[in-house]
């Protein structure tokens, strides 16, 4: 799997079959991260994913206290990829840098206290409304 930014400066393979553990975030830093109501980020073990091409970061601390670090394109601003302190053992990537529709829908809705009421959630999904899940 390829995901890229919008450019294609930045990419971030991701080897096949790698299992992915995808989640829907709904806090305000999440909504300001992607100028829409949620993010959703595919996490894989972080030796399944490979990262090619310059990359700006920014970093911040969230509700937990841990460090997230998102990498993005300096050229176009798309992020491709996020990085968690607590877990450095594995990457995310932006479901959206795949351009896949037929991507998975994500397992766990995390901080849904500031979800859109609007914004419909898929059945099956675990919820963890304050997103203070401690298990992988």
Sequence with gaps: MKASCQCGKLTADVVDGAEAMTIACHCLDCQRRTGSPFGTIA???????????????????????????????????????????????????????????????????????????WVPLPEGLTHHPRGRETSW
């Excluded at 090619?52 to 937990?64: I, L, M, Q």
């Design 43 to 117: 996490y894989f073990p972080a030796e399944a994913v490979t990262v090619s091409g310059g990359a700006s970061e920014y970093s911040r601390v969230g509700d937990s206290g841990q460090t997230l670090t998102r990498g993005f394109c300096p050229a176009c601003g798309a992020a491709v990829y996020v990085k968690a302190s607590r877990m450095p053992e594995i990457t995310g990537v932006p479901v959206g840098a795949f351009a896949d529709p037929s991507f998975a829908a994500p397992i766990r809705s995390v901080y849904e206290q500031s979800k859109h009421e």
